[in-house]
């Protein structure tokens, strides 16, 4: 069974870091591109990022571009996101998926970890 746990989220001022973590169970992780999406409190779901199997190629959303950095540890079986200089407005629910092979199609998702911006 795919197991996907993220952890890592709590609040934050605006201008700080937040870095996030998603422990990945029951498929083999090295094998599969994932990514990180995120949901605002009371709008739809945003694609955050992306990372290819090895690491070796990532990809942001526009809305993070110069502030996020996704990452992996094939020998840890874990995904990371680091968020840096954190506006309001990144405020959400931020959920790992493990990706469809040769696709961007997400086929298994976390329950999420919760960020939240304030001061």
């Known amino acids: 069974e795919v197991q996907l746990v993220e952890s890592g989220g709590g609040l934050v001022q605006p201008g700080g870091s937040q870095g996030l973590s998603c422990a990945a169970s029951?498929?083999?992780?090295?094998?599969?591109?994932m990514s990180w999406v995120r949901q605002a409190p009371g709008k739809g779901l945003e694609w955050v990022s992306h990372?290819?199997?090895?690491?070796?190629?990532?990809f942001y959303a526009d809305s993070v571009k110069g502030r996020c950095t996704i990452a992996r540890d094939n020998a840890k079986n874990t995904l990371y996101l680091q968020l840096n200089s954190l506006k309001t407005e990144d405020t959400a629910m931020y959920y790992c998926?493990?990706?469809?092979?040769?696709?961007?199609?997400?086929?298994?998702w976390g329950k999420g970890t919760l960020v939240t911006v304030s001061s």
């Open positions: 998926t493990k990706d469809l092979i040769g696709s961007w199609g997400m086929d298994n």
């Open positions: 029951g498929f083999t992780f090295s094998s599969y591109p």
């Open positions: 990372i290819s199997s090895t690491g070796g190629s990532t």
